[in-house]
């Protein structure tokens, strides 16, 4: 069993900054992908950002690419997104995630365990 709780969403000007945590419960935190996920009022929630179990390797979707990072720490039993020039359409509620399979990292059904999620609202 994994528990995931994230925080640090709040409000950001367009062109501003804000970072996601997100804390993971257990101690096989390092066997599972990690990623993070959002979800606009009205909309699917959309793939976001994974990184591999061992940290390797990143995926991003197209629209956030080259403005988000995301990153995991082990040691803390923690991954976070860095969320740099912030549009407007990136409000959603953001999630985190993990899964220990090979399925698809873009599908939100791959996942074994979410979080609550976290606000991030970005005004113009």
């Known amino acids: 069993q994994v528990q995931l709780v994230e925080s640090g969403g709040g409000l950001a000007q367009s062109g501003g900054s804000l970072r996601l945590s997100c804390a993971a419960s257990g101690r096989t935190f390092s066997t599972y992908a990690m990623a993070w996920f959002r979800q606009a009022p009205g909309r699917e929630r959309e793939f976001v950002a994974l990184r591999t179990s061992g940290g390797g390797t990143t995926y991003y979707a197209n629209s956030v690419k080259g403005r988000f990072t995301i990153s995991r720490d082990n040691a803390k039993n923690t991954v976070y997104l860095q969320m740099n020039s912030l549009k407007p359409e990136d409000t959603a509620v953001y999630f985190c995630?993990?899964?220990?399979?090979?399925?698809?990292?873009?599908?939100?059904?791959?996942?074994?365990?979410w979080g609550q999620g976290t606000q991030v609202t970005v005004s113009s």
């Open positions: 995630a993990s899964k220990s399979n090979s399925a698809s990292y873009s599908s939100p059904t791959s996942y074994n365990y």
